[in-house]
C-alpha cells in the first residue's frame, strides 16, 4: 500500500476554482491508479475522476465532466484535481484513492482501491 495524503480543500463561493493534491510516499507512485471520490452528508461515497498509472487515460463522472481536471506527476508523487466552476452542490468531503495496476487502466470502484487518504473538505457558498 502507499500513504496518502490529500490538501488544498476550503471554502469557495460558487463559481470559483480550487485545486486539490493527493501526494503518496511509500512506494513508487507510478505503479498506481489514482481515483478522486467525494462524499456529502447522507450520500454514498462516488468517483468523480480517475487517473491511470501513466496519466494517458481518464475518467470524468457526468457531474463533472468539463469543470473539473485530473493530473498526476509521478516525479512529485503527486496527483491532482483541478476545480473550476465550483457549485454547491460539489460540497462534500473528498478523498483520493489508490491502487497499484498492472495495466494502464483508471479505477471507478470504490472496492477495486486499497489505499486512502484522510480526505479534505470542500464547501461551495451559493
Known amino acids: 500500500q502507499v500513504q496518502l495524503v490529500e490538501s488544498g480543500g476550503g471554502l469557495v463561493q460558487a463559481g470559483g476554482s480550487l485545486r486539490l493534491s493527493c501526494a503518496a510516499s511509500?512506494?513508487?507512485?507510478?505503479?498506481?491508479?489514482v481515483g478522486w471520490f467525494r462524499q456529502a452528508p447522507g450520500k454514498e461515497r462516488d468517483c468523480v475522476a480517475a487517473?491511470?498509472?501513466?496519466?494517458?487515460?481518464?475518467y470524468y463522472a457526468d457531474s463533472v465532466k468539463g469543470r473539473f481536471t485530473i493530473s498526476r506527476d509521478n516525479a512529485k508523487n503527486t496527483v491532482y484535481l483541478q476545480m473550476n466552476s465550483l457549485k454547491p452542490e460539489d460540497t462534500a468531503v473528498y478523498y483520493c484513492?489508490?491502487?497499484?495496476?498492472?495495466?494502464?487502466?483508471?479505477?471507478?470502484?470504490?472496492?477495486?482501491?486499497?489505499?486512502w487518504g484522510q480526505g479534505t473538505q470542500v464547501t461551495v457558498s451559493s
Open positions: 484513492a489508490a491502487s497499484a495496476t498492472r495495466w494502464d487502466v483508471v479505477l471507478t470502484n470504490t472496492p477495486a482501491y486499497d489505499s
Open positions: 487517473i491511470s498509472r501513466s496519466g494517458g487515460r481518464t
Open positions: 511509500g512506494r513508487p507512485f507510478s505503479s498506481y491508479a
